[in-house]
Each structure stands twice: as structure tokens, then as C-alpha cells.
């Protein structure tokens, strides 16, 4: 059973900088793609960065590019979402998501498992 749970959202001011941490209960971590979603008020669901469990391997959605920065510590079976530059069109509930053993993460993939979500608020 793989469960998730996410730490570290709040309310901040635009500019300023937030990091996101994911744990994982899972079986074998270090071979799961990890994500970050994101669902503003009165939208739908959005990706928002992925990382492989190969080495290297990230993916961002454009909106994010350049700002945001997602990572994982396979040591800690912890996944991070680094969120520099903050604005208020990034406010949203910001769920953490697991996909499939040596499977993959994406815009496209639906991802199996999900965690609670952790509010993120940046005020203008």
C-alpha cells in the first residue's frame, strides 16, 4: 500500500519562496516516478513537475519553468518541490503523486496514488 504525505505549504507573499516535501510509504521508492500536481480554486487538476526514478530525469509544466524545482532524496523516500519567485496565480492545493514501478510521470500519465494535498496561498 503506498501512501504519501505532503509538508510544508502556507501562506506567503508574491516573490517570496517555499519548499514542498513529499514522504512516501512505499515498497521500493528509489523505482517510482514521483509528481507534483496542482488544483487552483474553481479549476481543474494540473501537472505541475515530475521526476523519473532514473537519475536526471525531470519534466515541468511551462508555467513553472525556471521557478520551481522538484527533487528527490531516495535515502529519505522523500520527493521535494523547491518554489522560488512565487506568484498568486500559483496558489492552489499542491498534491503529491506516485506512478507505477519503473513506470513514468507526466502531463499525460495518470498517476496511481495520491497524497492529501498541502495548501499553498501567495497574496499579492
Known amino acids: 500500500q503506498v501512501q504519501l504525505a505532503e509538508s510544508g505549504g502556507g501562506l506567503v507573499q508574491a516573490g517570496d519562496s517555499l519548499r514542498l516535501s513529499c514522504e512516501a510509504t512505499?515498497?521500493?521508492?528509489?523505482?517510482?516516478?514521483m509528481a507534483w500536481y496542482r488544483q487552483a480554486p474553481g479549476k481543474d487538476r494540473e501537472f505541475v513537475a515530475s521526476?523519473?526514478?532514473?537519475?536526471?530525469?525531470?519534466s515541468y509544466a511551462d508555467s513553472v519553468k525556471g521557478r520551481f524545482t522538484i527533487s528527490r532524496n531516495n535515502a529519505k523516500d522523500t520527493v521535494y518541490l523547491e518554489m522560488n519567485n512565487l506568484g498568486p496565480e500559483d496558489t492552489a492545493v499542491y498534491y503529491c503523486?506516485?506512478?507505477?514501478?519503473?513506470?513514468?510521470?507526466?502531463?499525460?500519465?495518470?498517476?496511481?496514488?495520491w497524497g492529501q494535498g498541502t495548501q499553498v496561498t501567495v497574496s499579492s
Open positions: 503523486a506516485a506512478g507505477s514501478p519503473y513506470g513514468q510521470l507526466g502531463p499525460g500519465a495518470e498517476p496511481g496514488h
Open positions: 512505499v515498497r521500493i521508492f528509489r523505482v517510482v516516478p
Open positions: 521526476v523519473s526514478w532514473e537519475v536526471g530525469r525531470t
